[in-house]
């Protein structure tokens, strides 16, 4: 499958996740500490258990970018359950979003990639439209964290690129649950666990959900420069701004209708791109790779 078309799958899988976050917080009042813990740990075990009967092999090459990826990437994912769940599943998701924008200027100087023209516009289409989705206000409260929160994943969309030069698919993902997991692992003590089994079925598909936009969006992100990247996966807020506003009932004036269908030219100005795989270390085995 092509990078692509990995990315928006990435896209839509992480709308689905974030539907679950803001029915867990929102509906069922669980706290945010543990669902991004349950998500970590379960991640992390996802890939080490297979590995352990040979499904595949996690030796880090890139030790100081894997725990970089791990930390900051955690952080930002952290950052984003709060901003779906403080903020709003539309808006909050628009606000980390601007990490499209982050992840270009990150991947100039992280990966030394430069901005062809059609890129330049496809990136800066793509942070006009979240401002003017996010109704052209100045952010407040929450929002900060969600700005943050769109700050560490935009580094960390260079740093996932940066990290398959020399390590494998599953080795990127692990390194999130691993350093996610210690990361949370002080908060969940002061906080209830979930008990109810409507819970534990929405925090199991808001898990299947973000594994698989992980590992669609790391693989995809192999295969695409950071700024093409990051304007695709600014899908995921366009599909959430439906969905909140569809199902959530969070209105949405005419300049946010203007932000989504801004959002929309600049993915799809993105689509329009061609460029071939990037070169990776021929003796490292990247899975999907060849395909």
């Known amino acids: 499958m092509s990078g692509p078309l990995l990315l928006i799958a990435a896209a839509l899988s992480y709308c689905l996740m974030g539907v679950a976050v803001r029915l867990l917080v929102s509906v069922h009042g669980e706290p945010i500490a543990w669902l991004g813990l349950l998500r970590f740990l379960l991640g992390a075990l996802a890939m080490l258990l297979p590995a352990l009967f040979g499904a595949?092999?996690?030796?880090v090459h890139n030790r100081p970018v894997f725990v970089l990826?791990?930390?900051?990437?955690?952080?930002?994912?952290?950052?984003?359950y709060v901003a779906i769940a403080e903020v709003g599943l539309g808006r909050g998701t628009v606000l980390i979003y601007l990490l499209g924008v982050v992840a270009a200027v990150s991947g100039i100087f992280i990966l030394g990639e430069r901005l062809n023209p059609r890129l330049s516009v496809a990136v800066g289409l793509g942070a006009i439209g979240v401002i003017l989705v996010a109704d052209g206000h100045l952010p407040h409260g929450a929002e900060w964290l969600a700005l943050l929160g769109a700050l560490c994943c935009g580094i960390t969309l260079a740093l996932i690129r940066l990290l398959r030069r020399t390590d494998s698919n599953q080795v990127v993902f692990l390194s999130q649950g691993l350093f996610g997991t210690l990361l949370l692992l002080p908060f969940v003590f002061a906080a209830p666990m979930p008990s109810t089994p409507?819970?534990?079925?929405l925090i199991t598909a808001m898990i299947a959900a973000d594994v698989a936009g992980q590992l669609t969006m790391n693989a995809g992100l192999a295969r695409t420069p950071v700024a093409q990247g990051g304007a695709l996966l600014t899908l995921t807020p366009l599909l959430s701004l439906a969905v909140g506003y569809s199902y959530f009932a969070e209105p949405l004036s005419a300049l946010q209708w203007l932000g989504c269908g801004t959002v929309l030219a600049a993915t799809v100005i993105a689509l329009l791109r061609r460029n071939s795989p990037p070169a990776v270390m021929s003796s490292v085995p990247l899975p999907g790779a060849a395909r």
């Open 69 to 80: 990826r791990g930390l900051i990437g955690a952080a930002g994912m952290t950052l984003l």
């Open 56 to 59: 595949w092999s996690l030796r």
């Open 198 to 201: 409507s819970s534990w079925l």
